[in-house]
């Protein structure tokens, strides 16, 4: 996508970064610089591999393939994230009941396999839905959706959970003994702690969530995996397949990473603090 | 006898509208079986294969040789960052079709579905189990390790004796933990057509339609599989708890 932009005047910058600028030290701007010079030199030449004359014509239904995996893992962590909040809260309710309920709720969707989960909200949901008089459609995407949500909200449960019993007790104590009411302490001293404490996990589930969403082409669902299923079909060439599947892997890699590395800063800057 | 309490079974769970019928067929019943036993074998395979794999990529990453760790390193990253279904069609339909097409042994190639799955399953989880012990070895404290240099014990000795029980303590947990993830991973296994307890399931409810009952069986079955895994776990931290470190 990028070499798109760069392909008229990609051999200068290459020269230009030879001058060596510390940017030009990290390996994935060397490895972007080699691409690009290596795309220039095809261009200019005219002796691009036809393996990858293909992966050019089919790199924009890849992209729109990836396109329907990013909607589908950003729909599933906000559903997720709303129901997993819900059910964390309810974990720490003083009622017994809705304790025990809410605990068997994550460990049966954090222990079951994300795929059968997939499977379970595919089959077990009819294809349209009847409300009074009007039917929509029931896509199987947005069951991928529940099926993904599921999981995500078990484990946004738990890391909820985790988050408020990890600030320590005394704080509560300290809070009511100036007496702030039990729904202020929550609000203003013990969430706002828990944000911060939250949201390196919740960032991992998220690249998990994206992870997981190349099942969704095991039950039909045109993502950036069946795509490239087709593309490999299609073309029918040993050279394209190797470079077809190995393309997803840097495709997924490219969404995957950069939240990963993110992650690690968060997480890097919480242990100073 | 025990054919006609399974009717009785089944009829009963009938009344509550869940159609279980499948099990009184001879052919779909062992097929089912069939499948839990594979996925049992997948477990029992990919379970010693991940953590020798986890050994051996730790030990690569912190070698403290440049030319080790820094492959080691990107093939970590890589494996973590990426869905196990698109690397085990990597893995499956682009690697196993170059070895097919490259080698020519008399039985065909060796490596079926099956294998694939065990390597991809066994590697994926493996770069888990390396981040896990590099964590461990990380946090065994500084002072213990110069405690025991004073003490005189080579530096073979202070591997094995010191460095790594405590090193082990110290990630058994997260070793359970990836563990119990890879149980649940071995579902994957029925993307590329490997009979386990899912592709099995998946055969019999096209048939007959009762994607309910199966999937619950499933989730019964997979979760009884991660509450053993975590029962060892725990009965492994309790035995190997030594007074002073972790809880």
């Known amino acids: ?10 051999s200068a910058p290459a020269i230009a970064a030879d001058a060596g600028t510390p940017a030009w030290r990290r390996p994935w701007a060397l490895a972007a610089w080699a691409a690009l010079a290596l ?3 095809w261009a200019a030449t005219g002796t691009t591999p036809t393996a990858f004359v293909h992966l050019w014509t089919w790199l924009p239904a890849l992209l729109r393939g990836l396109l329907a995996n990013i909607e589908i893992s950003v729909l599933a962590m906000v559903l997720g994230t709303l129901a997993g909040l ?4 309810l974990s720490l309710s003083p009622l017994r009941v809705l304790r025990v309920a809410a605990r068997w709720y994550v460990q049966v969707f954090r222990n079951a396999p994300v795929l059968v989960l997939v499977y379970f909200t595919t089959y077990v949901f009819p294809f349209e839905l009847h409300l009074v008089s009007w039917t929509f459609p029931f896509p199987d995407w947005i069951k991928v959706v529940l099926g993904l949500a599921l999981p995500a909200s078990a484990n946004v449960a738990e890391i909820f959970r985790g988050a408020i019993q990890s600030i320590p007790s005394a704080q509560w104590e300290a809070a009511q003994s100036l ?3 039990r729904s202020e302490i929550f609000r203003l001293i013990v969430l706002p702690q828990c944000l911060r404490r939250m949201l390196p996990p919740w ?3 998220y690249a998990s969530i994206t992870m997981s969403t190349a099942l969704a082409s095991l039950v039909g669902v045109h993502d950036v995996v069946d795509t490239a299923q087709i593309a490999s079909n299609t073309v029918a060439r040993t050279d394209f397949t190797i470079l077809v599947y190995f393309t997803l892997l840097g495709l997924f890699f490219a969404c995957c990473y950069p939240i990963a590395r993110a992650t690690r800063a968060l997480e890097r800057r919480h242990d100073r603090h | 006898m025990s054919e006609a309490l399974l009717a009785q079974a089944v009829a009963a769970l009938k009344t509550v509208g869940l159609n279980y019928a499948f099990v009184l067929d001879l052919g779909e019943r062992s097929a089912f079986l069939r499948g839990l036993g594979v996925t049992l074998q997948l477990c029992l395979l990919t379970i010693p294969a991940s953590l020798a794999a986890g050994v051996l990529i730790a030990s690569a990453l912190t070698s403290g040789r440049a030319w080790l760790v820094q492959p080691a390193r990107a093939f970590v990253e890589v494996t973590r960052n990426t869905p196990t279904l698109v690397q085990l069609y990597c893995a499956f339909l682009v690697l196993n079709m ?4 490259h080698v020519k042994l008399p039985g065909g190639n060796p490596l079926t579905p099956f294998v694939w799955v065990v390597i991809v399953v066994s590697l994926h989880k493996g770069v888990f189990h390396a981040e896990a012990l590099r964590a461990g070895i990380e946090a065994v404290p500084r002072v213990t390790l110069e405690a025991a240099r004073s003490l005189g014990f080579s530096q073979r000795q202070l591997l094995w004796r010191v460095e790594l029980p405590l090193a082990l303590r110290f990630a058994l947990p997260a ?3 990836n563990l119990v993830d890879l149980v649940k991973m071995t579902a994957v296994a029925s993307a590329i057509a490997v009979g386990d307890v899912t592709y099995e399931s998946i055969m019999i409810w096209t048939q007959r339609d009762n994607v309910l009952e199966l999937l619950l069986l499933i989730l019964v079955f997979f979760g009884l599989l991660t509450w053993l895994v975590s029962l060892v776990g725990r009965w492994l931290e309790e035995r190997l708890r030594m007074s002073g470190y972790g809880q």
Do not use: H, K, Y
Request: hydrophobic share 65%; aromatic share 6%.
């Open chain 1, 39 to 41: 795309v220039a030199f």
């Open chain 1, 179 to 181: 007496a702030f009411r």
């Open chain 1, 203 to 205: 960032m991992n589930l």
């Open chain 2, 98 to 101: 170059l070895i097919t097409q």
């Open chain 2, 175 to 177: 070793l359970v933990n």
């Open chain 1, 86 to 89: 819900l059910v964390g809260a």
């Open chain 1, 1 to 10: 996508m990028a070499s798109e932009i760069a392909l008229p005047q990609g």
